[in-house]
Nanobody, 121 residues
C-alpha cells in the first residue's frame, strides 16, 4: 500500500518562496504535484520519475517551481519561488504505478491529504 504525506505549506507574501515535501512509502514510478485553487478544479503542477532528475511542469509555474527527488529518503520536493496570489491552493502529492508521466489527475492511483498554500498580495 502506498502512502503519501505532504508537508511545508503555509501563508506567505507574494514574491516569497516555499518548499513542499512529499514522503512516499511503497513502490511507485511517478510522483506529481497537483493543486486545487478555491472554487476551481484540481490541476497539474509538476511531475518527476524516481529514475530521472528532470521534471515536467505546467506552463503557469515553469521557471518558478522546481521539482526534485531524494530516492534515499523516498521524498519528492516542490520548490516554489516568486509565488503569486494565484498560486493559492491546496497542493496534493500524487503517485502512479505506471512509468509514464501524466498530467491528468485521473491517471494517479494514490493521493496525499493535501497541504494549504496561501499567498497574500
Amino acid at each position: 500500500q502506498v502512502q503519501l504525506v505532504e508537508s511545508g505549506g503555509g501563508l506567505v507574501q507574494a514574491g516569497d518562496s516555499l518548499r513542499l515535501s512529499c514522503a512516499a512509502s511503497g513502490r511507485t514510478f511517478v510522483l506529481a504535484w497537483f493543486r486545487q485553487p478555491p472554487g476551481k478544479e484540481r490541476e497539474f503542477v509538476s511531475a518527476i520519475k524516481w529514475s530521472r532528475t528532470n521534471g515536467w511542469y505546467a506552463d503557469s509555474v515553469k521557471g518558478r517551481f522546481t521539482i526534485s527527488r531524494d530516492n534515499a529518503k523516498a521524498t519528492v520536493y516542490l520548490q516554489m519561488n516568486s509565488l503569486k496570489p494565484e498560486d493559492t491552493a491546496v497542493y496534493y502529492c500524487a503517485a502512479r504505478e505506471d512509468s509514464s508521466i501524466s498530467t491528468k489527475f485521473g491517471d494517479y492511483h494514490y493521493w496525499g491529504q493535501g497541504t494549504q498554500v496561501t499567498v497574500s498580495s
